[in-house]
């Protein structure tokens, strides 16, 4: 006979794990129809703040932003719908973009400590660009941007200047040589320019920044040159976003630094889609050991060093050995760890975005050949008398000034970075909830017709003799943003453009590679030209 307990028992275990089921499938519906309608369309204190369509329920605007030129999509949603702009991401996920002044000096400079970069953020810099300044934040970050505040100041970027010109004149050489030996010297030849502004800045940087002598404008296979090659040919998105999933394992970045992961690091190989990932430990490895090796010669030519001694070495890294030695006391010192980390930052955040700088730069002159013109006028003359102007004579040229604000302006290297709200908080009249991310659009601001006029979009370097009234010196020129996370390099990397485009253009001739050419900027980090630009360069005849 059944037993009616086992029966009812039997009913009630099928109908509650049936229920069970149930209410899981309709919390995971409510959170779904929470998140992708509820949220942005009626609830989210965001939704009232203009913007584009919130687009596809699922993925938002996201293609629009995959499928637009780095920057692109974000200037036109600016000038469409500014100064505040709220664009919906995958899965509802809200982002911010502000081009009023009040509300970039608020994120950027008032309270910027509560505004940091996003905790994802500073893990991927942190791996290709050193756990340095860019990714400390707070007091921390306060202490070491003190502790390095000098090493860039006018004073030594004077004094580096001269140290520029053997790479500039090395590549001016190279391509002359090309030139002359190629079947019609007077048609000139093609170069695929970004690739060799990128051996001449590296060449610059490791120079100016650790009196390191890389040389890669013929020596390809520096140990240097050829680590950090290998280091950014990893900057993919979908590299970025793997570095990402594996860092945030915990223990993994710990892992990664290690001698036994180095040695072990072809298992990595072995696994489908995780070969970037052996490449980043071996590249990482073999500049983590230049590294040492330039701060143990700096640090014992510092301890020979008098106060005051200013014939000695100026590159950053000896200025900062040398204020360490002499630092006495509980204060804060840059520790070995940190100042290795810095080769990796001064790499990774001065030698792209200089070399794509100029690229764009050389670029924007050859499609604008009378703006190419009147810039030679002004330098030739000057190079002529003074083959290697300093810091105050290249500070002096006026025009040559104008074309690389514009072009700064116009393309800027880096044309995105992001802040996370750490607290909640109106923001331009909209209360922005803790943990929204904030687009700081460089190039949106940057070409924003509100401050810029009518043709912000346009490449004119006279505008910069005559700043229309809209124009704010802090905030309507962002590529080096504002705050006190603003670039350090700032005056060095102008600085260093001014002397290559001033040589270049007093020696060469750029024009577009072929009819029709457009640029095809590609984006991980820094904008560069994905196909390295190549422009058809020619000899100025000399009178
Ligand atoms: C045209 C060239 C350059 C451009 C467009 C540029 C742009 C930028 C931007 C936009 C930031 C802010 C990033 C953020 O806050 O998310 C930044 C920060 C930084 N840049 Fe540059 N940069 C250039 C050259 C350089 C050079 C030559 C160096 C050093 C040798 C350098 C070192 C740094 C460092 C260390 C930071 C972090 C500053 C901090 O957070 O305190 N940059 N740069």
Known sequence: MVNPQVLVHEAL????????????????????????????????????????????????????????????IFIEWANEHGPTVRIVGPFGNEKMMYMNPEALHKILVSDWIEYPRPEFMRRVLGVTAGFGLLTTTGDEHRQMRKAMNPAFSIANLTAQTDMYYEPIYGLVDILRQEIQSSPDPSTGKVFHIYEW???????????????????????????????????????SMPNLVLFEILISIPGFLQLMKTKWMYDHRSWLALIKGLSPASTLIASMRRINTVASQILSEKTSEASGVAPGDTASKRDIMSLLVQARTREVGEGYRLSDADMIEQVLTFLGAGHETTASGLAWTLWLLAKHPSVQAKLRAEVSPLIASNARPDFRALKQMEYLDAVIMESLRVLPPVPMTIREAGKSDYIDGVFVPKGTLIYIAISSVNSYKGFWGDDAEEFWPERWFDLPKTYNQHFSLLTFIAGPHHCIGRTMAITEMKAVVAILIANLHFEPAYDGQTIQPTAAVTMKPDDNLPLRVRLVEKS
Not at 21 to 43: E, G, Q, T
Not at 49 to 56: E, H, W
Not at 203 to 226: K, M, Q, V, W
Request: charged share 15%; with cysteine.
């Open 13 to 72: 275990s099928k109908f509650s794990s049936r229920y069970v089921v149930l209410a899981i499938a309709a919390y995971v519906a409510y959170k779904l129809i929470h998140r992708l309608f509820l949220w942005p369309y009626l609830l989210s204190p965001l939704r009232s703040a203009p913007g584009p369509p919130l687009g596809n329920p699922l993925i938002g605007q996201f293609l629009t932003v995959v499928r637009s030129k780095p920057g692109a």
């Open 197 to 235: 502004l990128s051996k001449a800045t590296l060449d610059i940087i490791c120079l100016t920044a650790f009196g390191y002598r890389t040389d890669s404008l013929h020596n390809p296979d520096n140990e240097l040159a050829d680590a950090y090659h290998k280091l950014i040919e990893l900057q």
